[in-house]
């Protein structure tokens, strides 16, 4: 049976927190694939004014894809219109790759609020969860909302422990500077080419 990880996000831009916690994960779990997948739009958030649009989320998603073996960018999420809701990728994935062991890469804060996703029921059942812990103090908040996603939705949360690299999309879109240095070096000239950001 084929282990396909999926690590989904506005990836407005990439950066080398988002490859540190791809490489991680993939290392721990031994995925077979695993698919990074730019949303559409997120559930929690909205994309903020001079966000770089869907297709050139994608083209940086697809050079993320070349610094992790074994990666590769799904524009699944794209091709929805509408809110990128996790449930509904699940199950389309589950068409598109009868067999597949599905396992969905989560940050520490989004498996500690998954209860208040939509259909957190169907994730559980569907996919095992894998949940990227930056520090101990991230573990234990872990272990505790992984004994409780257990006993209320039979849920398996795999831990992965990833020290964090202390950085966002929002700090990297803000400086020139700090882009240059958190994102990959194709990804760099890429924002470079297309005038993204700055």
């Not at 074994?70 to 067999?99: I, K, V």
């Not at 991230?138 to 950085?167: G, Q, S, T």
Request: glycine residues 6%; charged residues 25%; neutral net charge.
């Amino acid at each position: 049976m084929s282990r396909v990880g999926i690590m989904g996000g506005t990836f407005n831009p990439p950066h080398n927190g988002h490859v540190h916690a791809a490489q991680q994960a993939m290392a721990a779990m031994r995925f077979d694939r695993l698919l990074l997948m730019p949303d559409n739009e997120p559930p929690h958030k909205t994309m903020p004014r001079g966000s770089a649009d869907a297709a050139q989320r994608l083209e940086m998603t697809r050079l993320m894809a070349r610094e992790i073996p074994g990666a590769e960018a799904c524009d699944l999420e794209l091709r929805r219109s509408g809110r990128s809701y996790t449930a509904d990728t699940l199950r389309a994935l589950e068409r598109a790759l009868p067999g597949a062991e599905l396992f969905l890469i989560l940050g520490t804060d989004m498996l500690l609020t998954l209860d208040r996703w939509r259909e957190p029921e169907t994730l559980c059942a569907r996919a095992g969860l894998v949940a990227v812990a930056r520090d101990a103090a991230d573990r234990a908040a872990l272990e505790e909302k992984a004994a409780w996603l257990k006993e209320k939705w039979d849920a398996r949360v795999f831990l992965v422990d990833c020290p964090a690299l202390p950085l966002s999309s929002t700090d990297v879109r803000a400086s020139r500077a700090l882009c240059r240095a958190m994102v990959p070096p194709a990804i760099f000239d890429y924002i470079e080419q297309q005038g993204l950001y700055f």
